[in-house]
């Protein structure tokens, strides 16, 4: 019978276009004897490891090899861009005295014949002040004196922003639409006027994505660089 090639096993420098030498052997020889390093860092003779162990070692450290090579590729084709990105802004601002963009400097350039473009979108990086645990006991205030049957929709969204697994994380894209509800309750208020006065600004990220169409008047279609979304 056959064995089973797995799709990972086949990855190869033309399967991801890139140029990557072989990775160094994970193989210790002593004296004629070839070990492994085990997790505990004790060295294990090869031929006491279980096949399937052995392959599951290379098809990591293969994949692996592929991925670190992959990882600096992008980081150089971000950093060449947002190079070329700048030249180009700073040639209008010589030009006309200011830069392109809006006042958060988000700013898409496209290609002449409009079926390629690129966006740059600038994001503020946030982190939350202790007046969050405030505002978190200002609304469980709320929900208790609401009831259990009263509000669910607020109390599933409540319990969704401050659902986090570890202390300090939160969800940020539930909790603005908290502050969108219209609630009259003056500890609701003070509550939601707590999270604004926590929210804190801590810098800025660039964010590039490209687009392309088969003509002027087709749809967009985003040029994926996710791997989790390919």
């Not at 089973?4 to 210790?28: H, W």
Request: glycine letters at 6%.
């Amino acid at each position: 019978m056959n064995a089973t090639v797995s799709p990972l096993m086949m990855i190869d420098a033309d399967t991801i276009g890139v140029s990557i030498p072989q990775a160094a052997s994970p193989v210790i020889e002593l004296e004629g004897k070839s070990y492994l390093r085990d997790a505990k860092g004790a060295l294990m003779p090869v031929e006491t490891i279980k096949a399937q162990h052995r392959l599951e070692d290379e098809t990591v450290r293969k994949v692996m090899h592929f991925a670190r090579a992959l990882s600096e590729q992008i980081a150089r084709f971000k950093a060449h861009t947002f190079e070329d990105l700048n030249a180009f802004q700073s040639l209008l601002e010589q030009e006309y005295g200011a830069r392109a963009g809006g006042a958060k400097g988000n700013v898409t350039f496209q290609s002449f014949d409009g079926t390629m473009k690129v966006q740059v979108q600038i994001a503020d990086q946030i982190s939350f002040g202790p007046e969050l645990q405030q505002a978190k006991k200002l609304v469980d205030e709320c929900l208790v004196e609401w009831g259990s049957q009263s509000h669910e929709a607020i109390r599933a969204l409540v319990n969704r922003v401050f659902s986090v697994e570890k202390e300090g994380q939160i969800n940020r894209a539930e909790l603005f639409s908290l502050l969108r509800l219209d609630i009259a309750d003056e500890r609701w208020l003070r509550g939601m006027a707590a999270i604004r006065d926590a929210i804190r600004i801590t810098g800025t990220k660039a964010y590039v994505r490209f687009y392309e169409r088969a003509a002027p008047d087709a749809p967009w279609r985003h040029i994926n660089l996710d791997l989790a979304a390919a």
